[in-house]
């Protein structure tokens, strides 16, 4: 089955840096769009990133472009995403997606926190 698995959450002061992973089983992972969302507390799930199967493309919500870079090891079937110059509003349960087969498929997320 379909599964994803994020990690690399932490406390981060503002201004520093984090890289978060997913790993990824159960589905042919080098062809799939891979995602980046993250929700805030008391706020709706948003965007952050995506990466086209081949890294070709890539897109970023505007609130961290030029901070955030995602990236993905299609032979280790993991998508990355490194996040810098970090600050309060950063602070998220973030999660990775795939659609497979039409089916949105989510982790269960990692937790930042961005506090001095």
């Known amino acids: 089955q379909v599964q994803l698995v994020e990690s690399g959450g932490d406390l981060v002061q503002p201004g520093g840096s984090l890289r978060l992973s997913c790993a990824a089983s159960g589905f042919n992972f080098g062809i799939i769009l891979m995602s980046w969302y993250r929700q805030a507390p008391d706020n709706e799930r948003e965007f952050v990133a995506a990466?086209?199967?081949?890294?070709?493309?890539?897109s970023y919500a505007n609130s961290v472009k030029g901070r955030f870079t995602i990236s993905r090891d299609n032979d280790k079937s993991t998508t990355f995403l490194q996040m810098n110059n970090l600050a309060p509003e950063d602070t998220a349960v973030y999660y990775c997606?795939?659609?497979?087969?039409?089916?949105?498929?989510w982790g269960k997320g990692t937790l930042v926190s961005v506090s001095s």
């Open positions: 990466i086209s199967p081949s890294s070709f493309k890539t």
């Open positions: 997606k795939a659609i497979v087969g039409g089916v949105h498929y």
